[in-house]
């Protein structure tokens, strides 16, 4: 798993700026990293769209950091900058509020 110090949040300081404080919170639960051999393999597993090494996803903090890793609903590997937004929706919908790990 990451160590906290090497996370790449999808929050930045201005966010508060231009997003509710709900958005921000749910910012700060997510992260940004590149696919792995081993996530490109739970991906399959969970029967998502194909991927590739080093495709750049999202994940719930909390589950990456766990010892099972994110999965399911915990990750996403959004098509484009524009598809961020709608991912981010379906994990505070989906993941957020069940996270085993939270």
Same mark, same amino acid.
């Given at each position: !798993? !990451?160590?906290?110090?090497?996370?790449?949040?999808?929050?930045?300081?201005? $966010?508060?700026?231009?997003?509710?404080?709900? $958005? +921000?919170?749910?910012?700060?639960?997510? @992260?940004? %990293? +590149?696919?792995?051999?081993?996530?490109?393999?739970?991906?399959?597993? $969970?029967?998502?769209?194909?991927?590739?090494?080093?495709?750049?996803?999202?994940?719930?903090?909390?589950?990456?950091?766990?010892? $099972?890793?994110?999965?399911?609903?915990?990750?996403?590997?959004?098509?484009?900058?524009?598809?961020?937004?709608?991912?981010?929706?379906? %994990?505070?919908?989906?993941?957020? @509020?069940?996270?085993?790990?939270?």
């Amino acid at each position: !798993p !990451p160590s906290p110090s090497s996370r790449v949040l999808l929050a930045i300081p201005e $966010d508060k700026e231009w997003l509710s404080d709900t $958005d +921000c919170f749910i910012r700060r639960q997510i @992260e940004v %990293f +590149c696919a792995t051999y081993e996530d490109v393999q739970i991906a399959l597993e $969970d029967r998502k769209y194909p991927i590739q090494e080093g495709q750049v996803g999202i994940r719930c903090i909390h589950c990456a950091m766990a010892k $099972d890793g994110a999965n399911k609903e915990a990750v996403s590997y959004p098509f484009s900058i524009s598809g961020i937004y709608e991912s981010v929706r379906e %994990f505070q919908r989906l993941h957020l @509020e069940t996270c085993r790990n939270l």
